[in-house]
């Protein structure tokens, strides 16, 4: 079972439509989440952290965590085609983060 | 503003030309990361420094080498670049291990 797994995609979504992108991880001990947004050809750069159970919501962005079921997910409202990009997942186990393959977003106006 | 700063952007090689790549960061954090990342894949670690302490992951090949000579500055050496070496290098710090870490913009290097 791979560490961190994401549906590599590509997840299409109208414009103002709200996209859900979904992360599990195979490690129940894994203490710190997070999202970052990666666009191609370019480096990634980090949405939102979360280290809690629960919603952690930031503008448009809401990260989703449940540790019982091992499952991170981000949640886009009101998307724009300024959102597509790769998402990529990233979680520490034991040190240091390890990434998933991340999921290819296409915000359709 | 502070920020983690890669030179060159774009890095053209010859196979089996040894090629340095640049990190350099004004965030004064403790460790600095070098990640490999092929289209699509997720970014692989390759190794860090904590500080000084340099930590080699398992399956990087000897190929890659890497240097730290003081807080800011972190070099990647590829001795001896292969077709499969072709790929973006990203550098990274945070302020601890398992911390948010920043990127730099990378490297993209292309072997001919």
Redesign the interface.
């Known amino acids: 079972q791979k560490e961190v797994e994401q549906n590599s995609g590509p997840l299409s979504v109208p414009e103002g439509a709200i996209a859900s992108l979904n992360c599990t991880y195979s490690d129940r001990g894994s203490q710190s989440f997070f999202w970052y947004r990666q666009y191609s050809g370019k480096s990634p750069e980090l949405i939102m952290s979360i280290y809690s159970n629960g919603d952690k919501e930031d503008g448009r962005f809401t990260a989703q965590l449940n540790k019982a079921s091992q499952y991170v997910s981000l949640l886009i409202r009101d998307s724009q085609p300024s959102d597509s990009a790769t998402y990529l997942c990233a979680v520490k186990r034991n040190t240091p983060l390890v990434f998933g393959k991340g999921t290819r977003l296409s915000v359709i106006a | 503003d502070a920020m983690v700063i890669q030179n060159p952007r774009y890095q053209v090689t010859q196979f089996g030309k040894p090629v340095t790549l640049s990190c350099s960061q004004t965030l004064n954090h403790n ?1 600095m ?1 070098w990640y490999q990342q092929k289209s ?4 692989k ?1 390759l190794f ?1 420094y904590y500080d000084k302490d340099f930590n080699n992951e398992a399956d990087t090949p000897d190929n890659f080498q890497s240097r730290r000579p003081n807080t800011s500055f972190c070099f990647l050496d590829i001795r001896s670049p292969g077709l499969g070496d072709a790929a ?1 290098y ?1 550098c990274a710090t ?1 302020r601890d ?10 490297t ?1 290097l292309l072997v001919l």
């Open positions: 460790v990361y699509s894949q997720a970014p670690l860090h973006m990203l945070s291990t398992g911390e948010t870490q920043y990127f730099g913009p990378g993209r």
